[in-house]
């Protein structure tokens, strides 16, 4: 299983931005696909996650309603639209799969490396 993740960058404050995972390898039996983050200084921690066979979306608190997780099955590749974005929302931003629990925890199976998202006030 290989991520590739792409679409990080610097925006102000209220911006979009849309990020972007290719997916390898990647089977139903692994569950779902999404993105953690990490800022400077702080632990890991889920942002949005859908599920690899049936399509559901999962999404932490602090994201919901300002972002979206979407897949193009043909393209194996999963989206983050990112919008009304937050300071508080810079971090490096890391394409992950496997067990929705887990992920809830800011854990992964899989790991892509990551893409920083910079936002300023």
């Known amino acids: 299983v290989q991520l590739q993740a792409s679409g990080g960058g610097l925006v102000q404050a209220g911006g979009s931005l849309r990020l972007s995972c290719a997916a390898s390898?990647?089977?139903?039996?692994?569950?779902?696909v999404g993105w953690c983050r990490q800022a400077p200084g702080k632990g890991r921690e889920f942002v949005a996650a859908?599920?690899?066979?049936?399509?559901?979306?999962y999404y932490a608190n602090s994201v919901k309603g300002r972002f979206t997780i979407s897949r193009d099955n043909a393209k194996n590749t999963v989206y983050l639209q990112m919008s009304s974005l937050k300071p508080e929302d810079t971090s490096v931003y890391y394409c992950?799969?496997?067990?929705?629990?887990?992920?809830?925890?800011?854990?992964?199976?899989?790991w892509g490396q990551g893409t920083l998202v910079t936002v300023s006030s």
């Open positions: 859908i599920s690899w066979s049936g399509g559901d979306t």
């Open positions: 390898g990647i089977g139903f039996s692994l569950g779902a």
């Open positions: 992950v799969a496997g067990p929705i629990a887990t992920m809830r925890t800011g854990g992964a199976r899989v």
